[in-house]
């Protein structure tokens, strides 16, 4: 039972202009969201995250935009370089989880193209 | 400053051997966690700890243990490699904090990639 999916394996997008991922989850508890960005080779690192309370959450060219009532949210990353080229996680926390577990969703590959 | 650092990098595994995956991390945190990552899949938990002593199961821990003996350390343990094991596993892990937003930004160390034949 996949609580966090992220529908698109893979995206391409154009140097410069935006690039926008996407992730659903199912359990409406969950009250905390995180991106996390991963390069080959390498572990995964924190991106961006928000809070259940907001709607949006800026942080320079990485925005993210969370939809409670369509358990939606997205990453929008404007403009898009090609250092974004990268593998992105979403993943939620539920306050009832002490010990501060996520659940992933299963990553989309994105490339930016020069 | 290391962050997480995971030991060994690769390993390649007969079915039926046993091997144990070292996780250490030098940031003095007190949560650290065991995730397997296969295609299709994302990062599953498999293990994780809340303080040195304790440890609890995650979404995937047949076939897996766990130790954490010293604070900074988490060992993973396979006792019997099967090749449904062949993965990247990731080891991470957090602060203890009551800020919502620390608690659940985790260090992940760059994984180790298994191949069980």
């Known amino acids: 039972d996949q609580q966090v999916k992220q529908n698109s394996p893979s995206l391409s997008v154009q140097e410069g202009r935006i690039s926008i991922l996407n992730c659903d989850y199912t359990?409406?508890?969950?009250?905390?969201f995180l991106w996390y960005k991963k390069y080959p080779a390498e572990g995964p690192t924190f991106l961006i995250s928000?809070?259940?309370?907001?709607d949006k959450n800026e942080d320079g060219r990485f925005t993210v935009f969370l939809n409670k009532s369509a358990k939606h949210l997205s990453l929008h990353i404007v403009p898009s370089q090609p250092g974004d080229s990268a593998v992105y996680f979403c993943?939620?926390?539920?306050?009832?989880?002490?010990?501060?577990?996520?659940?992933f969703g299963q990553g989309t590959r994105l490339t930016i193209n020069p | 400053n290391a962050g997480v650092t995971q030991t060994p990098k690769f390993r390649v595994l007969k079915t039926g051997q046993s091997m144990t995956l070292l996780c250490a991390q030098d940031?003095?945190?007190?949560?650290m966690y065991w995730y397997r990552q296969d295609p299709g899949m994302g990062l599953r938990l498999i293990h994780y700890?809340?303080?040195?002593?304790?440890?609890a199961k995650g979404e995937v821990p047949d076939g897996y243990n766990v130790s954490r003996l010293k604070k900074q350390n988490f060992l993973l343990g396979l006792e019997s490699a099967a090749p449904s094991q062949t993965s990247v596993y990731f080891c991470?892990?957090?602060?203890?904090?009551?800020?919502?937003?620390?608690?659940?930004?985790?260090?992940f160390g760059a994984g180790t990639r298994l191949s069980v034949l």
């Open positions: 991470a892990s957090s602060y203890k904090t009551l800020d919502r937003e620390a608690k659940n930004i985790q260090y």
């Open positions: 359990n409406s508890m969950f009250d905390y």
């Open positions: 928000i809070s259940s309370i907001k």
């Open positions: 993943a939620a926390s539920a306050p009832w989880w002490g010990a501060q577990k996520l659940v």
């Open positions: 940031m003095n945190h007190e949560y």
């Open positions: 700890s809340v303080g040195e002593g304790t440890t």
